[in-house]
């Protein structure tokens, strides 16, 4: 089943919006669908990274990286 959502946009959007669907021959729907999923991917992906980004800035002491290293 699919779900319908309504979106409000200002008559100069929704132009900007039809026109950009008919130079990639997708529909509106579909041009609209993947900018949000596409957004909320490369969120999620910042996401990842930050909290990578925290974990290496994480300094051990030789005993700690021993340890993890299993030696």
């Keep these: 089943m699919m779900a319908t959502i309504s979106l409000r946009l200002s008559r100069r959007d929704h132009e900007l919006i039809k026109e950009y669907a008919k130079l990639k021959n997708i529909s509106i729907s579909e041009l609209l669908r993947n900018a949000v999923i596409e957004k ?26 021993k340890r993890e290293l299993g030696l």
């Design 40 to 65: 909320i991917e490369e969120d999620l992906d910042t996401e990842l990274f930050d909290k990578a980004f925290l974990e290496m800035q994480r300094t051990y002491t030789l005993n700690e990286a």
